[in-house]
């Protein structure tokens, strides 16, 4: 069979977009549709799972708690504060939210974002509560119940430490001076994390070996990609590619720094 190639270059979000799909489309995501449940914690780049597995439409900015946003770590309105999407047997449940991992087994799905994605496949989300946040809790339940942990995350979130080295540095009491929201790293152990290879593996059976990064000018996180294999499958990924070529970008919401309460290393706007 001949190999055939196609170079490709995603932004952000139009790389959040295929991830999106990609987990949508997982097979225990579609099993724990139709037969489990699923869970849908809030962050950003689980919005565009939402919206590939339940096609919907969602002001995505808003379905988040804490946020990387206008150079600083920050947190969303806190009168507009969302609960996770709980979906039981192809149902979205309504007034539900974490609870729900009381009934979580084996074949059942979290769903959740990160911020970090070390060379080893582990990953590591920003905490600023004192009680480990939305994570914290689930672990509890998550890890001994052997359910999926599905973590959606773009390749612009890879650091090149261990994520367990690099949480060692930090902790929401352990800063004299911080550009914004005090948090610690917290390492999910057991998640499987998907990014633009194993997206466009999942969707295309195609492979994709990162071969650049960053850019200027809305280009900023951008992840440059050789796409492998059949010609059949590298055409439908790259005409897919095409198809969210200019995915819009997320609108900055954040908490007015007079209105918060989060320990922070700023207290004005900027």
Do not use: Q
């Not at 198809?243 to 908490?255: H, L, R, W």
Request: charged fraction near 20%.
């Amino acid at each position: 069979m001949l190999m055939e190639r196609a170079l490709v270059t995603l932004t952000p979000y139009e790389s959040r977009r295929l991830i999106g799909r990609a987990v949508a489309n997982m097979e225990e995501v579609r099993k724990a549709y139709r037969e489990g449940i699923i869970v849908i914690a809030t962050s950003i780049s689980t919005a565009y799972v939402a919206e590939e597995l339940l096609g919907i439409s969602m002001e995505k900015e808003k379905f988040t708690y804490g946020v990387v946003s206008k150079g600083r770590l920050c947190v969303t309105p806190k009168n507009n504060r969302p609960r996770p999407i709980v979906i039981k047997r192809g149902k979205i449940l309504k007034n539900i939210g974490y609870e729900i991992l009381e009934e979580f087994g084996p074949d059942d799905v979290f769903i959740k974002g990160a911020n970090a994605l070390d060379p080893f496949g582990n990953v590591g989300v920003l905490a600023a509560s004192p009680l480990g946040g939305t994570i914290g809790n689930a672990l509890r339940y998550l890890i001994p119940r052997g359910s999926h942990i599905i973590v959606p995350i773009g390749l612009e979130k890879m650091i090149p430490i261990s994520v367990y080295e690099a949480a060692k540095h930090t902790g929401i009491n352990y800063y004299r001076y911080s550009t914004g929201m005090y948090s610690a790293l917290f390492p999910i152990p057991r998640a499987k994390p998907i990014t633009e290879i194993e997206a466009y593996r999942i969707l295309f059976n195609v492979n994709a070996i990162p071969i650049a990064s960053g850019g200027v000018s809305g280009s900023e996180g951008s992840i440059t990609l050789v796409l492998e294999g059949s010609e059949e499958n590298v055409r439908r990924a790259f005409e897919y590619t095409l198809s969210i070529k200019g995915e819009a970008s997320i609108p900055p919401y954040t908490e007015e720094c007079k209105s918060c309460s989060w320990p922070c290393g700023l207290r004005s706007e900027g």
